[in-house]
């Protein structure tokens, strides 16, 4: 069975297939037979470089039908340069890595040079080849791809002045990594080495705002990998960022996000298990506390968070497609029954935590886009162990998340329980027992 996860690849710079100046000099800048070289320039300068990477969800799920994993999403990618022209006018040709075939074909790629969007065409150019991903990103794995193309623009940089130029791209999430399933990338800074001098300043940010509950339930998202080198990026309000100061550059940036500790993804999809749950408090004699005890039928049961403290922040996540009448199709939710708090008796029910205020996020997907879609509710629940029904206008969603906001504080437990979660679509209940 082949797995599938991805890699996302992007380059730290414009590397150029020829600088031509205005009397008809060509100065190479790539080793056509194979990777690219450090040639240095003797007139132009990068500056500066600021990379923002924008994640946006990436999802995976079983396909009983082909008996594969299968997947869907993508990312964004906008790159910003300051270039230094110590010498007279003159045009430059520049060339953005990317390829004549498969994923590593990047799309919607734009190029601005002081604003004004120029034309690009894709162009043959062997700018590299790449057998080996860093062992912090995907340990002992080899990927082979194509490095047979760029996208080319010509702009023309003033004598003597900063020319400000700007690319933007997206890229479909690829990669063959069996048992990776987790967001992980590499960052191409090195070239930076082809143009005159050090650079002053080159600034890397990851956004993970964008990221659904589903990602950040599934994915450890405030414990990144992401690196220079020795250099660790610094995490505050969902953006991973490295700052560098005056270097040449010889190293690329590298990142990989891990799925949270406790959670096998790739094992939950191969065993066909449509919940997921952020924590579970361990057993306690006969008692068990897990995701499953959310749809047994049984009021005597509940599942019950384990993150220190009330649990505001856990989350119960269900892949849909796995309730839905055709295989892998999204389900149709317009109402959940819900059973509040331990409710085997009415002195357990006092003695746990219960949900108050709760979010529930449905997570689709636009085939068009190809990106996925988040629609949010929120929600008071009553503390009362009666069941409760929830309504909305009939959400399709391939996967969706209840998050805890608040709790109602339990007499002697912290713990917050919740003992059943029942879906309905119109006049059908669907079962995922």
């Known amino acids: 069975m082949k797995l599938k996860s991805f890699f996302i690849y992007v380059s730290a710079l414009f590397c150029s297939n020829t600088i031509m100046a205005d009397d008809g000099e060509v100065i190479p800048c790539i080793d056509l037979g194979g990777s690219l070289m450090s040639v240095q320039t003797t007139d132009i300068k990068l500056e500066s470089e600021t990379i923002d990477v924008y994640l946006h969800d990436f999802m995976m799920w079983y396909d009983p039908i082909v008996k594969e994993f299968d997947k869907a999403g993508s990312y964004d990618v906008e790159v910003n340069y300051n270039f230094l022209n110590t010498d007279n006018e003159r045009e430059v040709m ?40 860093p062992e912090q990103c995907c340990p002992g794995m080899l990927f082979i791809y194509g490095c047979d193309a760029a996208e080319v623009c010509t702009a023309r940089f003033k004598g003597h002045s900063i020319t400000k130029v700007k690319n933007t791209f997206s890229n479909y999430y690829d990669g063959d990594f069996p048992g990776q399933l987790g967001y992980c990338g590499h960052y191409i800074l090195h070239t930076g080495a082809n143009w005159k001098d050090s650079i002053n300043e080159v600034v890397f940010r990851l956004h993970t705002e964008l990221l659904s509950e589903y990602s950040k339930c599934l994915y450890d998202v405030e414990n990144m990998i992401v690196s220079y080198g020795n250099t660790n990026g610094q995490y505050k309000d969902g953006i991973y960022t490295i700052v560098l100061k005056n270097i040449e550059p010889d190293n690329d940036f590298y990142f990989k996000v891990p799925e949270k500790k406790g959670i096998n993804l790739c094992d939950s999809l191969w065993y066909n298990s449509p919940v997921f749950v952020s924590s579970t408090l361990k057993s306690s004699g006969n008692n068990s506390y897990e995701f499953y005890n959310l749809g047994d039928g049984d009021n005597s049961t509940a599942w019950v968070e384990g993150e220190n403290g009330y649990g505001e922040g856990s989350r119960i996540i269900y892949d849909l497609r796995m309730l839905a009448k055709e295989d892998c199709d999204a389900s149709y939710i317009d109402s959940i029954s819900i059973v509040n708090g331990y409710a085997k008796n009415a002195t357990t029910f006092k003695n746990n935590s219960r949900a108050k205020d709760i979010e529930i996020s449905f997570l689709q997907y636009s085939s068009e886009s190809n990106r996925c879609i988040e629609k949010k509710h929120l929600f008071t629940l009553k503390d009362t162990s009666e069941p409760q029904t929830l309504y909305f206008d009939k959400e399709e969603a391939y996967w969706m998340t209840i998050k805890i906001k608040s709790v109602y504080p339990g007499l002697k437990y912290k713990d917050t329980a919740i003992s059943e979660i029942k879906f309905f679509s119109h006049d059908f209940y669907l079962d995922w027992k």
């Open 94 to 133: 520049l060339g953005f890595p990317s390829a004549s075939y498969g994923s590593w074909h990047i799309f919607d790629y734009k190029a601005y040079v002081d604003g004004v969007q120029k034309p690009t065409e894709l162009k043959p150019c062997i700018w590299g080849p790449m057998d080996t991903i």
